[in-house]
């Protein structure tokens, strides 16, 4: 479909905001097949707010054809849910390229408890395999059961 194509092609904010140009533009956003969301990029947004922005893009979400999916987001501690349930739509979604860098606006030498995620290898590891092509995870922990494939 040409206006699947169309709106592929821009942000997933922008994919969004189609929506209001004609009813037959209105719920091809859903469809689109690179989400990326980079905090930075909502500089007016609270933590909260940008959470809440990603949870109801990916509510709305048809989860099928997801090519791309990137978080860009400093985490704290009391956060970690919500990385959770993103993680689990990636690979629900069976997105290829996966993106997940949770690292803190302003750089520090170390990392502190409050910052430390691990990441759920239980959920690439599946009966089916993962699709999988690329994985990109900062400030991530990655602990893999010895029998992960």
């Known amino acids: 479909d040409l206006l699947c194509k169309v709106v592929s092609q821009l942000t997933v904010k922008e994919a969004g905001q189609t929506s209001i140009l004609s009813s037959r533009w209105r719920d091809r956003w859903i469809y689109h097949s690179n989400l990326c969301f980079d905090h930075s990029e909502f500089p007016r947004y609270t933590a909260d707010r940008f959470i809440n922005y990603v949870n109801h893009v990916l509510q709305q979400h048809s989860f099928l054809a997801v090519d791309r999916f990137e978080i860009r987001f400093p985490l704290q501690k009391q956060q970690t849910k919500h990385v959770d349930s993103w993680v689990a739509f990636a690979s629900a979604s069976r997105a290829k390229h996966f993106v997940l860098d949770l690292s803190p606006a302003v750089h520090t030498n170390h990392q502190t408890e409050e910052h430390k995620y691990e990441f759920p290898v239980?959920?690439?590891?599946?009966?089916?395999?993962?699709?999988?092509?690329?994985?990109?995870?900062?400030?991530?922990?990655?602990?893999?059961?010895?029998?992960?494939l």
């Open 122 to 148: 239980d959920l690439l590891n599946g009966q089916n395999g993962s699709p999988i092509i690329s994985l990109r995870l900062s400030l991530v922990c990655l602990k893999l059961p010895s029998d992960f």
